[in-house]
C-alpha cells in the first residue's frame, strides 16, 4: 500500500530519526519530538514525510519567508532526506516538485536550500532539479541558553 507524500505526524519520530542519522545528525532522538510538534504549530513550515507500504522512507523541511523588500517571498528547505536504500528511484524528485508547487502557491519565487559540501550525490540530484549554485553562505554560531 503506497501512501507517498504526507504531512508528518509525532509518531513518524523514530523513521525520522531514521533518515536525519543517514544525514550525519546521529543525535536528535532526545528533542525530535518537540521540535515535529513546533513544526506541525507554525503556518510557515512544513515538514512532509513519503510513505510506501507503513514505512517512512522520506522527509523534507521547507520554510516559507515572506520578504520586505522584494514582491515574491522565498522558500528554504532545511532538511531532505531519502533512505539510501531506495535514492535514485524518483522519490527525491516527486517530493521536490511537490515542494515547488506548494513554494508557488505560497507567492515564493524561489526555493534556497543549503547542502553540505561533501554531499556530491545531493549536488548533482538539486542541479537536476534546476538549482544554481550560489556561493555565499555566512553563519553565526550563537550561545545555547539552558
Known sequence: MKIGIRKAEVN???QIVLLLNQLDYPNTKDFIKEKIETFLKDANEELLVYEEEKIVIAVISIHFIPQLALRGDFARISYFAVDSNVRSKGIGSE???YCTK???KRNCDRI???CHS???DAHRFYFRQGYTESPKYFIKMLP???
Open 144 to 146: 545555547q541558553s539552558e
Open 118 to 120: 561533501r554531499r556530491k
Open 12 to 14: 513518524d519520530w523514530e
Open 95 to 97: 517530493i521536490e516538485d
Open 102 to 104: 506548494l513554494a508557488t
Open 112 to 114: 534556497e536550500v543549503h
